[in-house]
């Protein structure tokens, strides 16, 4: 069982705010709160699909690798957030692992009874579909501009896309961002980012230390986003 206070911060949650009360409640009975620490796997790629999840505290990563691991498409959920949206009505299992990039709390959802419930109100359809499209055109933007001729491009492509992804919370990305993981998000070497990060350091675009990214001139990556 969940909290007073939990209830109603999922009730009012957009994703939820439609289905009728009757409804939510049965729904209701059936939701846990987790806590997990930083590092612990939620799901992985091909498990089945029984639980959706709203993000309360924290951030999750989202990724996939092909059949040969040599690619890997990588993204990050937001507190707030309830994911996954992919495979809404139509998958048994899940597209991709999802693990904590920071301590997380998080509602876990029967993702069964979610579906029927939304399904029989037009209202929540709508908002799903909605919500689906706006993901799919911020990947075919993210897409546009990460696939660039040169590796230090990428580079600098994926730090717009987190630039622009995250402007609204402030200047700086609200979870550890290592070159490793930079060098995983733009498909390059860590020397690569290695040497990008410190011309942009030195030209004052950014500042990195200790894993903590701030963009000094927001302007810089968000044109850069958008020109691309």
């Given at each position: 069982?969940?909290?007073?206070?939990?209830?109603q911060?999922?009730?009012s949650?957009?994703?939820?705010?439609?289905?009728?009360?009757?409804k939510?409640?049965?729904?209701?009975?059936?939701?846990?709160?987790?806590?997990?620490p930083?590092?612990?796997?939620?799901?992985?790629?091909?498990?089945?699909?029984?639980r959706?999840?709203?993000?309360q505290e924290g951030?999750?990563?989202i990724?996939?690798?092909?059949?040969?691991?040599?690619?890997?498409y990588?993204?990050?959920?937001?507190?707030?957030?309830?994911?996954?949206?992919?495979?809404?009505f139509?998958?048994?299992?899940?597209?991709?692992?999802a693990?904590?990039?920071?301590?997380?709390?998080?509602?876990?959802?029967?993702?069964d009874?979610?579906?029927?419930?939304?399904?029989?109100?037009?209202?929540?359809?709508?908002?799903?579909?909605?919500?689906?499209?706006?993901?799919?055109?911020?990947?075919e933007l993210r897409l546009?501009?990460?696939?660039?001729?040169?590796?230090s491009?990428r580079?600098?492509?994926?730090?717009?896309?987190?630039?622009?992804?995250?402007?609204q919370?402030?200047?700086?990305?609200p979870?550890?961002?290592?070159?490793?993981?930079?060098?995983?998000?733009?498909?390059?070497?860590?020397?690569?980012?290695?040497?990008?990060?410190?011309?942009?350091?030195?030209e004052?675009?950014?500042?990195?230390?200790?894993?903590?990214?701030?963009?000094v001139?927001?302007?810089?990556?968000?044109d850069?986003?958008?020109?691309?």
């Open positions: 069982m969940i909290t007073k206070e939990a209830y911060l999922i009730r949650h957009p994703a939820f705010a439609a289905i009728p009360v009757e939510f409640d049965k729904l209701a009975v059936e939701i846990h709160h987790r806590e997990i930083k590092g612990q796997i939620i799901f992985f790629a091909g498990d089945r699909r029984d959706i999840f709203l993000l951030y999750v990563r990724e996939q690798f092909d059949s040969s691991d040599s690619f890997s990588m993204d990050y959920i937001k507190e707030g957030a309830l994911f996954p949206y992919g495979g809404m139509t998958d048994e299992t899940y597209h991709y692992t693990s904590a990039i920071t301590a997380v709390s998080y509602f876990s959802i029967p993702v009874l979610y579906e029927e419930y939304a399904q029989a109100n037009v209202e929540q359809v709508l908002f799903i579909i909605r919500k689906l499209s706006k993901i799919l055109e911020f990947q546009r501009n990460v696939v660039a001729a040169s590796a491009d580079v600098i492509q994926s730090l717009a896309v987190l630039c622009k992804d995250y402007r919370v402030g200047n700086t990305v979870f550890p961002m290592s070159m490793k993981e930079l060098a995983r998000l733009a498909a390059t070497t860590r020397e690569t980012v290695n040497l990008v990060l410190k011309k942009l350091i030195d004052e675009k950014i500042q990195y230390k200790h894993k903590i990214l701030t963009f001139d927001l302007s810089f990556f968000l850069s986003f958008e020109e691309a």
